[in-house]
């Protein structure tokens, strides 16, 4: 029903600057929350950041001050901002949303690869 597309993704250099893009579309008839998971390899699926449809942020401990999310609702666009990356970074990562608080996660993107290295 809704469908989420990353892009954005690529390699990068330690210290250098990502963005993530997230685009929806589809029938979306709430926009609570949006969230931007990844996983590395060897490790479990992590929120790195979530962002309600009014702005409140969250994000994971190890990304704080060096991410941001951010939304734009008209034009159904999230982003995650990466600075500063680290080699840790590397891992796919997702766009995510759900209806409500308290709801899971049931849309899915296909993932972009990002990747920290020299």
């Known amino acids: 029903q809704v469908q989420l597309v990353e892009s954005g993704g690529g390699l990068v250099q330690p210290g250098g600057s990502l963005r993530l893009s997230c685009a929806a579309s589809g029938s979306m008839f709430s926009i609570d929350v949006m969230g931007w998971y990844r996983q590395a390899p060897g490790k479990q699926r992590e929120l790195v950041a979530n962002?309600?449809?009014?702005?409140?942020?969250n994000y994971e401990d190890s990304v704080k001050g060096r991410f941001t999310i951010s939304r734009d609702n008209a034009k159904n666009l999230v982003y995650l901002q990466m600075n500063s990356l680290k080699p840790e970074d590397t891992a796919v990562y997702y766009c995510a949303r759900k209806e409500r608080i308290g709801a899971p996660f049931g849309s899915w993107g296909q993932g972009t690869q990002v990747t920290v290295s020299s």
């Open positions: 962002i309600t449809s009014g702005g409140i942020t």
